[in-house]
């Protein structure tokens, strides 16, 4: 039996599913970036 835990952290993979430009590539995302600019975030993206 394993005892690995579900979160490997992966730098390039975080980027590239939750990075700034994987949300400016969709519209969604887009909307995403604009709410948390709205909101005052300090981080619009992973």
Same mark, same amino acid.
């Given at each position: 039996? !394993?005892?690995?835990r $579900?979160?490997?952290?992966? *730098?390039? *993979?975080?980027?590239? $599913?939750? #990075?700034?430009?994987?949300r =400016? !590539? =969709? =519209? !969604? #995302? @887009? *909307?995403i /970036?604009?709410?948390? @600019?709205? /909101? #005052? @975030?300090? *981080?619009?993206?992973?």
């Amino acid at each position: 039996m !394993s005892t690995k835990r $579900t979160y490997q952290p992966k *730098k390039r *993979k975080r980027a590239t $599913t939750h #990075g700034f430009l994987a949300r =400016t !590539s =969709t =519209t !969604s #995302g @887009r *909307k995403i /970036v604009q709410k948390r @600019r709205r /909101v #005052g @975030r300090a *981080k619009l993206a992973a």
